[in-house]
């Protein structure tokens, strides 16, 4: 166990819908990190947060957004979802606010199907 | 931005033997990562080895920074390392800071009885 809960585990939604994915980092971690893993594009980076501000930004859609809230959690917002969409949907947790020299530690993710 | 390759990108091992999975990397590095993921789709944490040597049991790890590269080492493998194994890296960008981990394709390795 990570530490890091994302909810919910899995999920089921038709085109054109929304979704919201939801991330508990690890106790004291003050960054958060989603990445998706779809089977052609592999693991990406999406964006981070840092004590509830962007620090980051990958490869996101603009349907896509995420925020952090002043408790630390993030949630990640899928909107007007295509079948595309579908893949597993990672949070990551680390303490500080770079990737560099931290340990980034990875939620059991969300398993998104879109139909 | 910063390629990552590893090898081999399959493997198949009977159990008991041993495997070396190796991950290049295409410019400095401040973090690398190596990661198991399981065949229900976790990321397991294997080791945080920007450079230098470290054991966990089984398993061992090599990064060689000026090299750029870095070697995951399997021993007595066992049925339950079953998945894909990532290696993870993150530069340190001219504005000083690095904020996300680029993943390699992975190594499926693949353990039979």
């Known amino acids: 166990d990570s530490g890091v809960t994302q909810t919910p585990k899995h999920l089921i939604t038709a085109t054109g819908q929304r979704v919201t994915l939801r991330c508990s980092p690890r106790?004291?971690?003050?960054?958060v990190y989603w990445y998706q893993q779809s089977l052609d594009q592999g693991l990406q980076f999406l964006i981070q947060?840092?004590?509830?501000?962007?620090?980051a930004k990958g490869n996101i859609l603009e349907r896509f957004s995420a925020q952090q809230f002043p408790d630390l959690h993030s949630e990640l917002n899928l909107s007007s979802l295509e079948l595309g969409d579908s893949a597993l949907y990672f949070c990551?947790?680390?303490?500080?606010?770079?990737?560099?020299?931290?340990?980034?530690?990875f939620g059991e993710g969300s398993w998104l199907t879109v139909v | 931005g910063i390629q990552v390759e590893q090898s081999p990108p399959d493997l198949i091992l009977q159990e008991g033997a041993n495997s070396t999975l190796r991950c290049n990397f295409s410019d400095s590095v401040n973090n690398l990562q190596w990661f198991h993921q399981n065949p229900w789709g976790q990321l397991i944490n294997l080791f945080y080895?920007?450079?230098g040597t470290k054991q966990n049991g089984r398993l061992s790890a090599t990064t060689v920074a000026t090299e750029r590269y870095s070697l995951l080492y399997i021993s007595s493998s066992q049925t339950t390392d079953s998945g894909v194994y990532f290696c993870a890296v993150a530069r340190l960008r001219e504005t000083g800071t690095a904020s996300k981990l680029t993943f390699g394709t992975g190594t499926r390795l693949q353990v039979t009885l």
């Open positions: 990551a947790s680390s303490v500080f606010g770079y990737a560099q020299g931290d340990t980034i530690y």
């Open positions: 106790s004291g971690d003050l960054s």
């Open positions: 080895i920007p450079s």
């Open positions: 947060y840092y004590n509830g501000e962007e620090r």
